[in-house]
């Protein structure tokens, strides 16, 4: 009598032991999504680029309203452990990103680059198919470096030509398809053509507006920095 | 007509007892006063003409734009005050767009459609001469001679602009209001503002600049209309500009010249107070015997004051009037003798305001200085003022308060008047100091002459001279003094121009930017612009701190000019041909490794930075910082390309750059090359500021005839005013000469005295007025115009010597007259 009631015992032992076992690791699944959400595989920081011209560089609103400043608050509110670095310059058009994507790869090593480029050869009504080799070559190298992109549509003002806008405005979906990067179909969605989200030049978002800009390409964003988190060892 | 001859009865007998000194008092008061008058309708003039050219950079007075269109609240607000016939209207919309001719080339084009009125100041240019308005009718398309080659199109031909259908009518030669951003871009074309709508093109979605153009009826308005406008704005969407707000130079320069335009306008006014009160001495000296007669007879204080009061306002009345004729003549004589060389657009004309204030200006002085010896003369018993030589009662004490009270609302008055122009206190201060500090010193310096013991027969004549009753030593050195020193700091002020001119505008000036340039493409653009190009390197960066302490953006923005808290262009060049190093020894140091950075100096007026301090630069996400090795300046007005930043080659070689290259060309020349780089490097832009460079050429050169023409006429009055008072004291030179000639003086002798008496005051005038030109000239240079300031010593030495001469010659010339008069002429002379 006694050895069964030992039996038993070791029995009743061994089994609530392997359900503690069972509850514990099927627990864990939900805990490891949320471990991942809020800290990403790699401990260290990401380091994004914002690279484009005046609408990058934030001309006319502060440093801090800039929508690179405001990503990088956005992303670490949520999380993310990253650095935006602002490579926008005023004025440039796609010649001159090409020019630079060089320096962007070797010196600021970046691990995700922003690339919204274009509207300049827009408003100058430059010729659509060199806007096109252009923002082409800059993406074959970045991807040669191993750099994820993600492209920022643009649209153009209707007073250029029916035609010529909508050869410049289909130029992005093609490239992201072809070179199967991450595209945000138009930039400037929400805020173009809003007075209350431009500067007084009608083309410039203003603070409320870079806020609006932040809010719509966050998602893009963080998609990729998933994807990114994922894939590195 | 009666009733005017009883009431003035009493005072002819005055004119029939004394009509040369009359006379004489009538031609001083409007010699002095056609001074004043001449340089205010000239000045006034000149001010019309100079805000005109400042309202065409905006065609108007003020404007409204925004890149939406224009809010309801907006366009009532001005339909109302257009209906109160405050203000005119036009619009003036403008964007870009492809024209696209029947036959031809499509191209893009700037276009700019325009209502009824514009533009409401300047001028646009037609190639068949005729004016906007009668050319630009609905349907019809005007356009730069640039965009007719590039279409290859005349008149007659049509093109499509949207979905309308216009004909070419005409060339646009010029245009007022181009925004310089704009230049260069895509060539202009004008449509009727009625049509726009037609083209489908100014719509959502589109990138269009709406402008709403304000022309006021009166410029009393303007602060009013304004704010009117002000308070229906969308904020953040709309702005309101005026002509001032749009930051050109050329327009700092037009407010500065204004400003001491009328401060010229100020001197001659003082200048005209001394010339009236040298008269006025005199004639009363003449009156003093009737006034002891009337007196003598009975007539009290109020008898004797109320008829020396009416005798003087029938004087001084009608010479007042002809004053202001005169002057007005004079500036009409000055405007027709100098047409050539003078502003287009000078248009002289009468105006009440020139006549208000003569009047204001004559009766004031004369008040003010017949105040003190009309008390005298009132309070003097009878028996005194018959006394050869005897002192008078002294003036009543209500006379000297009025007359202090004078003096201090003079002040005032010149005080709003500068104030009006919108001006500073500090030259008020300069001139009423310049004026104080002149009178004082010609009374010092002619109580030392006084004092100086007498070397020969000459000399203790001209000391006599000098204390000769109504001679007025004092005052007429000071006023002679304010006018050379007006004069020559007008020349110094020209000069200075001139040189503005010369060096900010020589004949290479680049008149061309060619930007974007890549550094792949710099040697094959090199080969089409040619090798008189000037190639800047361009890297685009922010300022993050300075000594480490991190620079405020925010606070930064908020000051006024230029600030660190704006992206900038570094660069690595040599010392650019029209900079000079203000501080350190070279531009950058050989001892040390570290990054190197030089400045313009002119950015230290709005953050403090020193040689050695460290200024950390972030150049797209990389920091960099560098220690300021030396100081640069820019040389006044040029209008070269600059950089705040120079920096050594190697430290900013390896930094993302662009390049911008900077030359002359002219149209055809441009053209050519415009095709030439776009058909190569669609990439780079041409900008064009030929345009902007020539019209602030031809500002710099009218304000320096400007000033040429106000020399000459402060000289003018100046030298007015001093006949004026040399005739004042005519009557008691010619009691001199007869007395020296029965003495046994000869004519050698009388005219050696003569030559001494005016040259010693000229002399003292001249000393006086070349350091009153250096000090006001130096000031408006500097302060006014911000420029830096040549002294020129010779140049004004030998412009004082020369308005000596001037002086003496005149100064004889007046004293000829009562050399020549025998004794026995003058003994048997009686004043009828």
């Known amino acids: 009598m006694l050895s069964e009631r030992k039996t038993l015992m070791k029995h009743v ?6 359900c503690f076992f069972l509850i514990t690791s099927c627990g864990q699944k939900p805990d490891a999504e949320a471990e991942r959400r809020e800290r990403p595989a790699r401990m260290d920081t990401y380091t994004l680029v914002a690279m484009g011209d005046s609408l990058t560089e934030g001309l006319g609103v502060l440093p801090d309203a800039s929508y690179p400043a405001r990503l990088e608050v956005a992303l670490r509110e949520r999380g993310w452990p990253v650095t935006v670095i602002n490579a926008g310059v005023s004025g440039e058009t796609s010649a001159g990103a090409l020019s630079r994507a060089d320096w962007i790869i070797h010196r600021l090593k970046p691990d995700l680059v922003i690339l919204v480029t274009g509207a300049n050869d827009g408003l100058r009504r430059l010729p659509v198919d060199a806007m096109e080799v252009n923002i082409r070559a800059l993406l074959n190298r970045f991807e040669e470096a191993g750099v994820p992109v993600i492209l920022g549509g643009m649209r153009m003002f209707f007073n250029l030509g029916p035609a010529y806008v909508r050869e410049f405005e289909a130029v992005y979906p093609r490239l992201a398809k072809e070179k199967k990067v991450d595209l945000i179909p138009f930039f400037l969605e929400g805020v173009a053509a809003s007075p209350s989200m431009n500067q007084p030049d009608g083309i410039h978002p203003n603070a409320e507006g870079y806020g609006e800009i932040v809010r719509r390409i966050l998602p893009y964003v963080e998609k990729a920095l998933t994807r990114h988190a994922r894939s590195t060892p | 007509m009666t009733v005017l001859a009883r009431f003035l009865g009493p005072v002819r007998a005055e004119w029939r007892h004394a009509p040369k000194t009359a006379f ?4 001083c008061v409007a010699l002095s006063v056609a001074a004043f008058s001449g340089v205010e309708s000239l000045r006034m003039a000149a001010d019309r003409m100079l805000r005109q050219e400042a309202k065409s950079f905006i065609a108007a007075d003020m404007e409204v734009r925004s890149a939406f269109n224009l809010s309801a609240l907006v366009l009532e607000r001005a339909t109302r005050l257009e209906d109160e016939g405050r203000i005119r209207t036009a619009f003036a919309t403008e964007f870009m767009a492809m024209a696209l001719p029947e036959e031809g080339r499509p191209t893009l084009v700037a276009v700019k459609a325009v209502s009824e009125g514009y533009p409401f100041y300047g001028q646009v240019r037609l190639r068949s001469g005729r004016p906007l308005g009668e050319v630009l009718e609905k349907g019809s398309f005007l356009a730069d001679p640039m965009a007719l080659r590039r279409m290859g199109v005349k008149s007659g031909s049509m093109a499509r602009l949207g979905d309308g259908v216009f004909m070419v009518k005409d060339a646009v030669l010029a245009e007022p209001d181009r925004p310089i951003d704009m230049v260069g871009l895509a060539p202009r074309v004008f449509i009727p503002h009625e049509d726009l709508e037609r083209t489908g093109l100014a719509v959502t979605g589109s990138r269009v600049r709406y402008r ?33 707000d749009t930051g050109s130079q050329a327009l700092r320069w037009l407010d500065s010249l204004f400003y001491y335009l009328r401060l010229c306008g100020m001197g001659i006014l003082v200048l005209s107070g001394f010339g009236i009160r040298g008269s006025l001495v005199a004639l009363w000296m003449r009156k003093e015997k009737g006034v002891a007669l009337m007196k003598t007879l009975g007539a009290g204080p109020w008898r004797v004051g109320g008829h020396m009061a009416l005798f003087l306002l029938s004087l001084v009345i009608p010479a007042l009037f002809v004053g202001w004729l005169a002057g007005y003549g004079l500036a009409l004589g000055m405007g027709a ?11 002289v004309a009468l105006s009440p305001e020139t006549l208000l204030t003569t009047f204001g200006v004559g009766f004031g002085f004369t008040f003010l200085f017949s105040i003190l010896p009309f008390s005298r003369m009132v309070r003097t018993p009878p028996v005194r003022l018959l006394q050869q030589g005897g002192g008078g009662q002294g003036a009543g004490r209500l006379a000297q308060g009025i007359f202090w009270v004078g003096v201090i609302f003079l002040v005032f008055l010149a005080g709003r008047m500068l104030q009006q122009a919108g001006g500073s206190r500090i030259p008020i201060l300069i001139l009423l100091g310049f004026s104080s500090g002149t009178v004082l010193c010609a009374w010092l310096l002619v109580g030392l002459a006084r004092r100086f013991p007498a070397q020969g027969a000459r000399h203790r004549v001209v000391m006599q001279a000098l204390k000769r009753p109504g001679a007025t030593p004092v005052a007429t050195v000071a006023s002679m003094a304010i006018a050379t020193g007006m004069v020559l700091a007008l020349v110094l002020m020209e000069r200075n121009l001139t040189r503005l001119f010369l060096e900010a505008f020589p004949e290479n000036t680049p008149s061309l930017y060619v930007i974007d340039i890549q550094p792949d493409q710099k040697k094959a653009v090199e080969a089409f612009v040619g090798p008189d190009a000037l190639f800047f390197p361009m890297v685009r960066a922010r300022v993050m701190a300075v000594n480490g302490k991190p620079i405020d953006a925010a606070v930064e923005r908020k000051k006024r000019g230029d600030n660190l808290g704006r992206e900038f262009s570094l660069t690595w060049h040599g010392l650019m041909e029209d900079e000079t190093l203000v501080e350190g020894r070279s531009l950058f140091r050989e001892d040390t490794d570290m990054p190197q950075v030089s400045i313009l100096d002119y950015i230290r007026a709005t953050y403090p930075l020193r040689l050695g301090d460290r200024i950390t630069f972030r150049i797209q996400g990389v920091e960099m910082t560098a220690v300021i090795s030396s100081v640069r300046k820019r040389k006044d007005g040029s209008l070269r390309p600059f950089f705040v930043f120079n920096f050594m080659e190697k430290d900013l070689v390896d930094a993302p750059h662009t390049f911008f290259a900077a030359l002359s060309a002219d149209r055809e020349g441009q053209e050519v090359l415009e095709r030439q780089l776009a058909e190569n490097f669609s990439n780079i832009r041409l900008i064009d500021v030929r345009d902007m460079i020539e019209r602030h050429a031809e500002l710099a050169r009218q304000m320096a005839v400007l000033l040429r023409a106000f020399s000459m006429a402060a000289f003018g009055a100046g030298l007015l005013v001093w006949l004026g ?15 020296l000639r029965i003495l046994g003086a000869d004519h050698r002798f009388l005219l050696g005295t003569g030559i001494m008496e005016t040259g010693v005051q000229g002399l003292f005038a001249m000393i006086l007025g070349m350091l009153i030109a250096q000090g006001l000239a130096a000031y408006v240079v500097i302060r006014g115009f911000g420029l830096s300031y040549d002294p020129e010593i010779l140049l004004m030495l030998g412009a004082g010597i020369l308005a000596l001469g001037v002086m003496v010659l005149l100064g004889l010339v007046a004293a000829l007259p009562s050399m020549g008069t025998r004794p026995a002429d003058a003994v048997r002379a009686r004043e009828r």
Do not use: C, I, N
């Open chain 1, 13 to 18: 032992f061994w089994g609530m032991l392997l």
């Open chain 2, 24 to 27: 004489l008092f009538f031609v």
């Open chain 2, 212 to 244: 709403l153009l304000v022309a006021l009826q009166k410029e009393e308005d303007r602060a009013w209309v304004k704010k009117e406008l002000g308070e229906v704005l969308s904020p953040g969407v709309e702005e309101l500009r005026t002509y001032e």
């Open chain 2, 337 to 347: 003798l100098m047409a050539d060389v003078l502003p287009r657009g000078l248009d």
């Open chain 2, 725 to 739: 008072g040399l005739s004042a004291t005519a009557a008691e030179r010619e009691k001199d000469a007869v007395l």
